[in-house]
């Protein structure tokens, strides 16, 4: 289980009621959950969606690790 299914199971919400909160599928939701990576803006969907800030990207997604995403690509400016 990772931090966005269990932040989710914490406030009671269902994996629909994400998406549908998100503005997002419910497969999206599937894939984030299954520690797969996702755009920028699905991750601010998904924060804003739990009642999150940007500020606690790190609580969801982790840190980033040397300005690289986990796909190994260097974020752009």
Do not use: W, Y
């Amino acid at each position: 289980m990772n931090n966005v299914q269990r932040f989710r199971e914490q406030q009671l919400m269902a994996k629909a009621e994400l998406a549908r909160k998100a503005g997002v599928s419910e497969s999206t939701i599937d894939r984030v959950e299954a520690g797969k990576d996702c755009r920028l803006e699905t991750k601010r969907k998904i924060l804003f969606a739990l009642g999150l800030s940007l500020q606690d990207s790190t609580k969801l997604f982790g840190p980033k690790r040397n300005g690289h995403h986990r796909n190994g690509h260097r974020n752009s400016k």
